[in-house]
């Protein structure tokens, strides 16, 4: 019987991984069916198939349609590293599509198996779990649905994981990450040498820490004075529609500005539509540049000036943390950076003189 001291579910993944690693369950054998199981330890199907989703989205045990639950080959367990997961968030989004494909590429190139994992909040708790107990080597993006017991175990087994686009290196925790610095200078020192002084700033107000990190080195090279825009987007949500809002209330208020970053595209495109929404004109009116350099700013109208991160360097760069950890497992690499590079497009230009057109005050 299922002891109640836990959830139910968490009981009988506990009973299966019990007998996956003492041998009673043998690999390419099927295991009990999902109404013989739920009998044997007292509890209702659900909490079975519950139970097998994440030893199945984990790649330990495989369902065979018509023929039942099968314990895979390796039994889940990487052995040489074979097996890489990249854990993404359930959120549809182009930068996780983009992520995906280059992880499968690049895992290509290096012989290995890439497992796409779109995760919400509560899964990922049990997916980090699973991934420790099997010894799967695991690529995190970012950690906005990883929990505080959840981050310590990664912690804890930190030879097992990358983070990938957030600092947890602190926690000890390996962890890639693009070199914020540089790139917000990158894109304020472009604005700068096009004669824009008023230069705002438009991000998800999440809390994040990379996003912390942005906002304070555009406070530092903007002198302070220029508008700061928060989209107060809801975790999980898609940015455009509250970029949109937040942007037009902007231009409502009269708020005085030239140019505008947005911390990654989906901002961006809210921004666009609420410029044009609001007849203000990009960029002869309005300079708009981004951080993300997604499909959609290489086609927006017009293109968007970007700041690419270099996804494919955080990709190589996590799978190589993985390979050399995987080596020292007691003193595990915990930090790299990576340099993102500036790609201008037609969303930004020069502020026409005062003798033609004022532009600080082009949103009044």
Same mark, same amino acid.
């Given at each position: 019987?299922?002891?109640?001291?836990?959830?139910?579910?968490?009981?009988?993944?506990?009973?299966?991984?019990?007998?996956?690693?003492?041998?009673?369950?043998?690999?390419?054998?099927?295991?009990?069916?999902?109404?013989?199981?739920?009998?044997?330890?007292?509890?209702?199907?659900?909490?079975?198939?519950?139970?097998?989703?994440?030893?199945?989205?984990?790649?330990?045990?495989?369902?065979?349609?018509?023929?039942?639950?099968?314990?895979?080959?390796?039994?889940?367990?990487?052995?040489?590293?074979?097996?890489?997961?990249?854990?993404?968030?359930?959120?549809?989004?182009?930068?996780?599509?983009?992520?995906?494909?280059?992880?499968?590429?690049?895992?290509?190139?290096?012989?290995?198996?890439?497992?796409?994992?779109?995760?919400?909040?509560?899964?990922?708790?049990?997916?980090?779990?699973?991934? !420790?107990?099997?010894?799967?080597?695991?690529?995190?993006?970012?950690?906005?649905?990883?929990?505080?017991?959840?981050?310590?175990?990664?912690?804890?087994?930190?030879?097992?994981?990358?983070?990938?686009?957030?600092?947890?290196?602190?926690?000890?925790?390996?962890?890639?990450?693009?070199?914020?610095?540089?790139? !917000?200078?990158?894109?304020?020192?472009?604005?700068?040498?096009?004669?824009?002084?008023?230069?705002?700033?438009?991000?998800?107000?999440?809390?994040?820490?990379?996003?912390? !990190?942005? !906002?304070?080195?555009?406070?530092?090279?903007?002198?302070?004075?220029?508008?700061?825009?928060?989209?107060?987007? *809801?975790?999980?949500?898609?940015?455009?529609?509250? $970029?949109?809002?937040?942007?037009?209330?902007?231009?409502?208020?009269?708020?005085?500005?030239?140019?505008?970053?947005?911390?990654?595209?989906?901002? $961006?495109?809210?921004?666009?539509?609420?410029?044009?929404?609001?007849?203000?004109?990009?960029?002869?009116?309005?300079?708009?540049?981004?951080?993300?350099?997604?499909?959609?700013?290489?086609?927006?109208?017009?293109?968007?000036?970007?700041?690419?991160?270099?996804?494919?360097?955080?990709?190589?760069?996590?799978?190589?943390?993985?390979?050399?950890?995987?080596?020292?497992?007691?003193?595990?690499?915990?930090?790299?950076?990576?340099? *993102? $590079?500036?790609?201008?497009?037609?969303?930004?230009? $020069?502020?026409?003189?005062?003798?033609?057109?004022?532009?600080?005050?082009?949103?009044?």
């Amino acid at each position: 019987m299922v002891k109640n001291s836990q959830p139910k579910f968490q009981s009988v993944y506990d009973y299966l991984v019990r007998g996956i690693e003492s041998g009673f369950y043998r690999p390419e054998t099927r295991l009990p069916s999902e109404r013989k199981l739920a009998e044997k330890l007292n509890v209702n199907v659900a909490t079975v198939r519950r139970a097998f989703r994440d030893l199945i989205t984990s790649g330990v045990v495989e369902k065979r349609i018509g023929d039942g639950t099968y314990l895979t080959r390796g039994g889940g367990i990487a052995n040489g590293a074979e097996y890489v997961n990249i854990v993404l968030s359930n959120y549809q989004g182009d930068t996780q599509d983009e992520i995906a494909e280059l992880a499968l590429e690049e895992g290509a190139r290096r012989n290995l198996r890439c497992r796409i994992v779109r995760l919400g909040s509560e899964e990922r708790a049990m997916f980090v779990r699973t991934a !420790i107990r099997f010894r799967q080597p695991t690529m995190v993006l970012g950690d906005d649905l990883l929990t505080a017991a959840t981050i310590r175990d990664i912690a804890g087994n930190a030879w097992l994981f990358a983070v990938l686009a957030n600092r947890l290196d602190q926690l000890g925790i390996p962890s890639v990450i693009g070199d914020d610095h540089h790139g !917000i200078r990158l894109l304020t020192g472009r604005l700068h040498s096009l004669g824009h002084r008023r230069i705002a700033l438009l991000h998800n107000n999440s809390g994040h820490p990379i996003e912390n !990190i942005q !906002i304070a080195v555009w406070r530092s090279v903007t002198g302070g004075g220029s508008p700061e825009l928060r989209a107060d987007v *809801p975790p999980g949500a898609h940015p455009a529609a509250y $970029a949109f809002q937040a942007v037009g209330r902007a231009v409502a208020r009269g708020e005085r500005f030239s140019a505008l970053i947005t911390l990654n595209d989906e901002l $961006a495109q809210g921004a666009l539509a609420a410029f044009s929404e609001n007849g203000v004109r990009v960029p002869e009116q309005m300079s708009l540049i981004s951080i993300g350099d997604s499909l959609f700013s290489r086609y927006s109208v017009p293109p968007l000036t970007a700041l690419n991160p270099n996804l494919a360097e955080h990709i190589r760069q996590g799978f190589e943390l993985l390979a050399r950890n995987r080596l020292h497992s007691g003193a595990p690499e915990l930090l790299r950076l990576v340099a *993102p $590079a500036l790609v201008i497009r037609k969303s930004d230009s $020069a502020v026409p003189s005062v003798t033609t057109q004022p532009r600080e005050t082009t949103v009044s």
